[in-house]
Structure formats: structure tokens, C-alpha cells
């Protein structure tokens, strides 16, 4: 079973400018999260899906930071423009029920320079 | 102040010390998870304790509900292990809040 997907592995972007991450959950996982992982720190929620509602958005910036699960599979996390701030690791996360835990993807580790 | 608390937040240790990491939270959980971290950021969950202790190959993770304190050891430590180690806890609501970590060196 292929774990949770994401893409890309690393990114390097100039300020001001877009950009986007993709993550593909496990199969069967209806709960979607989205961290941001500073250095030194640990993951901070972004927002988290069940299937294809928002039902935690609190913490997303949403003045530059959108996200979408719109069929409730697959969700991509959009920064535009980014900050020099928003250079960090951002993680994918995964569960088909919390009695069962969690399984993150690898991150993208983004650079705004 | 975060809600989770982890020490030491850095640990170095000689291959095939006893290791043990620590983890402190403030409220009521619904579950408690130990999770290694990699340099390049990939997470991987090791165990997920609602209760007492559990143990796999060389890691055992224990929990006092009671003290709201949790622990995961590492037996003859490896310089493999080393890694960032992290604690997060998981409410009813869903909602996860996650330790700093703590980044064990095991030096050969």
C-alpha cells in the first residue's frame, strides 16, 4: 500500500511569487491534514478535510494561503504570494478514523528566498 | 505556552545507551503518539497509546493518564536512531497538537 504522497519533495521560489503543493492520501483515508513545520518547531495545524469539507481552517493565513480537496481524494495547499516566512516544511497528513493514528507524507520543504 | 511538553529538546548519547524521552501534557487526551522524524522531514509514527505500554523491536512507549506523562525508551541505542523524536496528543475533537521534538545524536 503506497503511503501518503507528496509533491514536491522541494521547492525554491523567489518572494512574491505562487506556489503550490499536492498530496494524495492513503485510499479509504477520509481525514486530511495540512502542517507547516518551522525549524526547531513541531507541526502546526493548517487545516484539516473530512472528504472534501474544511471543518478546520482556523489557523490557515487566509489572506495568501488556500487549499482544496475538491473531490475529497487528492488536495493541493496554494501560497500566493509567498513570504519569506512561509519557508518551512510542509506536511501532509492522513487517517481513516482517529482510533487508527495518522501517516504523513514526506513534506515539501519550501525555500522563498 | 504549548501544550506539550518534551525533554531533553537535545540528546546525545554513545551507541547502546539506554535513551529515554520524555513528554508532558496539560489536558485530557484521546490518544498520545510517538513520532520519528528524519533529516528531509518525512515523519513516521512509531506507536499511538491511549494506555499503559507497547513495544516494538527495540522502542517501548509507556503512558500514565493519570500523570498525563508519557515516555518512549530506546534499548542498545544505534547511531540509526538518530533523529528528531516526537510527541503529539490527539483530543475527541480531532484536533493534534504536537511536541517540539527531541533531536537524538547516537554517536557510533
Known amino acids: 500500500e503506497a503511503g501518503v504522497v507528496q509533491s514536491p519533495r522541494y521547492k525554491i521560489i523567489e518572494k512574491k511569487q505562487p506556489v503550490a503543493f499536492w498530496c494524495n492520501p492513503i485510499s479509504g483515508h477520509n481525514t486530511l491534514y495540512w502542517y507547516r513545520q518551522n525549524l526547531g518547531q513541531g507541526p502546526e495545524l493548517l487545516i484539516r478535510?473530512?472528504?472534501?469539507?474544511?471543518?478546520?481552517d482556523s489557523q490557515l493565513p487566509k489572506d495568501r494561503f488556500s487549499a482544496e480537496r475538491l473531490k475529497g481524494v487528492d488536495s493541493t495547499l496554494k501560497i500566493q504570494p509567498a513570504e519569506l516566512g512561509d519557508s518551512a516544511v510542509y506536511l501532509c497528513?492522513?487517517?481513516?478514523?482517529?482510533?487508527?493514528?495518522?501517516?504523513f507524507g514526506s513534506g515539501t520543504r519550501l525555500t522563498v528566498v | 505556552k504549548n501544550e506539550v511538553e518534551q525533554s531533553p529538546q537535545n540528546l546525545t548519547a554513545q551507541e547502546g545507551e539506554f535513551i529515554t524521552i520524555n513528554c508532558s501534557y496539560s489536558?485530557?487526551?484521546?490518544?498520545l503518539h510517538w513520532l520519528q522524524q528524519h533529516p528531509g522531514g518525512g515523519i513516521v509514527s512509531l506507536f499511538m497509546?491511549?494506555?499503559g505500554k507497547k513495544k516494538h523491536g527495540r522502542l517501548i512507549a509507556t503512558i500514565n493518564i493519570q500523570e498525563k506523562h508519557s515516555s518512549l525508551h530506546i534499548t542498545a541505542s544505534h547511531p540509526r536512531d538518530s533523529a528528531v523524536y516526537i510527541c503529539a496528543v490527539s483530543y475527541r475533537d480531532d484536533k493534534i497538537i504536537f511536541g517540539k521534538g527531541t533531536r537524538l545524536h547516537i554517536l557510533p
Open positions: 497528513a492522513s487517517s481513516i478514523d482517529r482510533n487508527y493514528g495518522y501517516t
Open positions: 489536558v485530557g487526551i484521546s490518544a
Open positions: 497509546l491511549s494506555s
Open positions: 478535510y473530512e472528504n472534501e469539507e474544511a471543518v478546520d
